[in-house]
């Protein structure tokens, strides 16, 4: 175990439900972080918590909302999404002020949508 | 674009063979790189890493050589075992943006 936990594990969704994506990081890390993994594609960053700014990766529809209430949680919000927002949804964290920037990561989160 | 690709998509090796994995970047100032393994179902585990000031680091089983004259990093796993296989990513850190850019994988297989 890394210490990075989600749930849930596997989700199926109808393109107009809604669903929420938890992930709790228990190494007292001050980062946190949402991938999205597809097939035999190199992981794409969507969202990026350190020290209560947020960074985003631009091309990432509005559908995707992600929620920080604090430094050991992260929320992914899904909202309307379509069937090539199948994906595994990874998790990360780290601590950004360490001088390095090892991130550790969940088991993922299996999405698909119907 | 800038990225960070990795020179075979499948490696098979037989047990207790010595298995190199090899990543190409192209971001000189990349100044951290990290291998993760991933495994069937689970999420990417850190294997090792290393700096731009450093050319050659030793886990247990693993080396990671650094070679920034052609911008290569290689990851040697000695006397491959079973548990071995994996995708194997590297990873780069370009500096003051503080983000992990990642390739695209090597699927590695040990063969009995």
């Known amino acids: 175990e890394t210490g990075v936990t989600q749930t849930p594990r596997h989700l199926v969704m109808g393109m107009t439900n809604k669903k929420s994506l938890k992930c709790e990081q228990h190494?007292?890390?001050?980062?946190m972080y949402w991938y999205k993994q597809s097939a035999k594609k190199p992981l794409e960053l969507m969202f990026v918590?350190?020290?209560?700014?947020?960074?985003e990766n631009n091309s990432v529809p509005s559908r995707f909302s992600p929620e920080c209430p604090n430094s050991s949680h992260l929320f992914l919000h899904l909202h309307t999404l379509q069937p090539e927002d199948s994906a595994l949804y990874l998790c990360?964290?780290?601590?950004?002020?360490?001088?390095?920037?090892?991130?550790?990561f969940g088991p993922g989160t299996r999405l698909t949508v119907l | 674009g800038e990225s960070v690709g990795l020179h075979l998509p499948t490696l098979s090796v037989q047990e207790g063979d010595n298995s190199i994995i090899n990543c190409a970047y192209s971001n000189s100032a990349s100044d951290y790189f990290i291998w993760y393994k991933q495994e069937s179902g689970k999420g990417p585990q850190f294997i090792i890493d290393i700096r731009s000031n450093m050319d050659k680091r030793q886990g247990q089983r693993v080396t990671v050589l650094l070679n920034k004259t052609v911008k290569h990093l290689s990851l040697q796993i000695a006397a491959t075992q079973p548990g071995d296989s994996a995708v194997y990513f590297c990873?780069?850190?370009?500096?003051?943006?503080?983000?992990?850019?990642f390739g695209s994988g090597t699927q590695l297989t040990v063969l009995p």
């Open positions: 918590y350190s020290l209560e700014e947020r960074v």
């Open positions: 990873a780069e850190n370009r500096g003051s943006a503080r983000q992990l850019t």
């Open positions: 190494l007292g890390h001050n980062a």
């Open positions: 990360a964290s780290s601590r950004r002020d360490r001088g390095s920037d090892t991130q550790y």
